[in-house]
């Protein structure tokens, strides 16, 4: 997970029926797409034959800059960038800025009888919290990669969708990149430089999400990205300086049958170190025994995290005004690290009224590492909450 969200496009296309030359929408009332009713379990229940695509089996080297770029052999990939930032008198701001590829097909060489023609769709999803003001911005975007409308190249490295983008700005290399968003009244520009080099999540890189061979995806974070830029709101611009995540996962895989949606961490310590989590959820509430994480130390090696390393609670209950109901906060505690971790979202409503329902947000982090006091700031994904079924609303505990 790590969206980052691993909703991805599929879940587009098993909502809307899509096929090649249907044209997708385009719009920013993210709240008239939730309508459809879908939970994350049957969206990403892997309908549709995934023969012809990549498989996750396997570690892979991993190249960079070549695998900030896009990797069309599998079904679905995203980039996914979260934040926090502040203008220099104090005032708060959270973001994320997603997006997400899907193939309606595997890719197949032949001639193109029309330039519309496409077997690549691509959503996106851009949020921004005003923490001071206490709202909340989203916007939701779908278009097919074609006519220039969305896409994604590795050299140099750029993604889009329509006038949404991430950019290498470096010469020859990755740094800086640019990040450009608006939608719903506001407007991000962000210039993100290098931090930490890249972690490898799971085994190498490779993130099992089942016991199926090939339940998996590809995953890497740069888990810490000094970034500065402007927030526009209602149209007053001001300037933001903090620190960005980056979440890079391809995969060709789904839920499993008894996962119902997940809970995912991105934690950014003051003391330089990092922490990534996520829990996946079964129908009777528990965890599943393929979540995972990563503590990143301000130096030397990553310390990847297993379900035993871990035990997360919720604090409290935040019920949507949508429909379903949310943790309102986590304790956690990673034994393995010494660390013991209290979580509070900055807003308690920063759900998502996507074609999807989930909660994305800015949080504060509070606790001890090895008996001294530690804090920090993230943002923390909940899925498989909205509107679900009486018996996955028993026990409240991304695919990454």
């Not at 879940?11 to 809307?16: N, Q, R, T």
């Not at 996962?259 to 959820?281: C, I, K, N, P």
């Not at 379903?324 to 509070?344: C, D, F, H, M």
């Amino acid at each position: 997970m790590g969206r980052g969200l691993v909703i991805g496009v599929v879940l587009v296309l098993a909502a809307l029926g899509v096929a090649v030359g249907v044209v997708l929408r385009d719009t920013e009332d993210a709240g008239s797409a939730s309508s459809s009713g879908m939970t994350v379990a049957s969206a990403m229940g892997g309908n549709g034959s995934l023969e012809g695509y990549a498989r996750a089996m396997e570690p892979r080297p991993f190249h960079f800059p070549e695998d900030h770029g896009p990797h069309p052999d599998f079904r679905t990939e995203w980039w996914y960038w979260t934040g926090n930032l502040e203008t220099a008198d104090g005032r708060a701001f959270g973001y994320q800025f997603t997006l997400f590829r899907s193939a309606l097909s595997p890719e197949q060489p032949q001639q193109r009888a029309s330039g519309w023609s496409t077997r690549q769709v691509f959503m996106g999803h851009f949020t921004l919290s005003d923490v001071s003001a206490g709202r909340f911005h989203v916007s939701e975007r779908f278009s097919r990669a074609a006519q220039g409308l969305a896409g994604a190249d590795g050299a140099p490295f750029h993604v889009w969708l329509q006038d949404w983008d991430v950019r290498s700005e470096g010469t020859g290399g990755t740094w800086p990149m640019h990040l450009r968003a608006q939608g719903d009244g506001v407007t991000l520009e962000l210039t993100l430089d290098e931090g930490k080099p890249p972690v490898l999540q799971g085994d190498k890189g490779l993130s099992q999400k089942g016991a199926e061979r090939g339940n998996a995806s590809y995953y890497y974070s740069l888990s810490r990205m000094p970034s500065r830029g402007t927030v526009s709101v209602d149209g007053q611009t001001v300037q933001v300086k903090g620190e960005s995540w980056m979440d890079r996962e391809w995969s060709t895989s789904a839920l499993s049958g008894d996962q119902v949606g997940w809970d995912w961490f991105a934690l950014q310590f003051t003391d330089g170190s990092e922490l990534m989590l996520y829990q996946l959820r079964k129908k009777d509430g528990t965890k599943d025994a393929f979540s995972a994480g990563t503590y990143v130390p301000t130096t030397g090696e990553a310390v990847h995290l297993t379900a035993d390393d871990m035990q997360l609670e919720p604090r409290g209950t935040w019920k949507s005004p949508r429909g379903g109901e949310y943790p309102a906060g986590w304790r956690i505690q990673v034994p393995k690290v010494s660390l013991s971790l209290t979580v509070t979202p900055k807003l308690p409503d920063q759900e998502l009224p996507v074609l999807v329902r989930y909660w994305e947000g800015a949080v504060t982090v509070d606790g001890t590492r090895e008996g001294k006091p530690v804090q920090g700031r993230g943002y923390l994904e909940m899925t498989g909450y909205a509107d679900a079924p009486r018996d996955e609303q028993t026990v409240r505990s991304r695919t990454p």
